[in-house]
Each structure stands twice: as structure tokens, then as C-alpha cells.
Nanobody, 124 residues
Framework: HVQLVESGGGSVQAGGSLRLSCTASGYTYSSYCMGWFRQAPGKEREEVAVIDADGPRYADSVKGRFTIDKDEADTTLDLQMNSLKPEDTAMYFC????????????????????WGRGTQVTVS
């Protein structure tokens, strides 16, 4: 089955940068869309950035600061986070969805099937 493992979280001062990585294994579908989500204590999980056959999309709160990127094999998903703010503090999760066709689309609000366990990002 699909497994996603995140890495790269940590503590950083405001204005700093972190790069998160997600490594995927066990893929059995033809194509995938992948994304990063985050959840802060007492708040709902929110979509941060997703990349599918239409390309990348970002939450308004991170546009211009975060960049999502994945390899062509859909086995590595990165999130470069620059100009970090205290409000970016959260547990960050990698997610993936498999599709049987050549292209995979995951619209806003899509319920991704596969999830990692998360990596903590703390900005002070």
C-alpha cells in the first residue's frame, strides 16, 4: 500500500526558511496528485499547496513564500518555505491521491486517500 513519510520540519525564527520533503512508496496507480496540508492546535486542517495535472496551487496565506515541487515519478514531494511567519506554525502533512488515467486532478477540498504522519514546523 502507499506510504508517505515526511521530513525536514523543525524550529526556525520568523523570516527564516525550511524545506519539507515527502517520500512516497508502494505506488500502484497510473498517476497521482500530491499536496501539503497543515493543522495548528485548535484549528482545522487546511490545504497549503497541491500539485496535480493542472500544476501547482497555493493557499492565499502562503502564495509568494512557499513553493511545491515533485519529481516526475511522483515519489518525492518538496515544500520550500521562505519568509516564515509565526502563523505558519503547525503540523505539516503530505498527502497523495492515485488515479487510473494518465492525468490526475484533485480539486480544492479533495479528500486525499493517502496521508503521512506529519512533521512539526515551529516559527518563533
Amino acid at each position: 500500500h502507499v506510504q508517505l513519510v515526511e521530513s525536514g520540519g523543525g524550529s526556525v525564527q520568523a523570516g527564516g526558511s525550511l524545506r519539507l520533503s515527502c517520500t512516497a512508496s508502494g505506488y500502484t496507480y497510473s498517476s497521482y496528485c500530491m499536496g501539503w496540508f497543515r493543522q495548528a492546535p485548535g484549528k482545522e486542517r487546511e490545504e497549503v499547496a497541491v500539485i496535480d495535472a493542472d500544476g501547482p496551487r497555493y493557499a492565499d496565506s502562503v502564495k509568494g513564500r512557499f513553493t511545491i515541487d515533485k519529481d516526475e515519478a511522483d515519489t518525492t514531494l518538496d515544500l520550500q518555505m521562505n519568509s516564515l511567519k509565526p502563523e505558519d506554525t503547525a503540523m505539516y502533512f503530505c498527502a497523495a491521491e492515485g488515479c487510473t488515467g494518465h492525468d490526475c486532478y484533485c480539486t480544492v477540498g479533495w479528500e486525499f486517500a493517502f496521508w503521512g504522519r506529519g512533521t512539526q514546523v515551529t516559527v518563533s
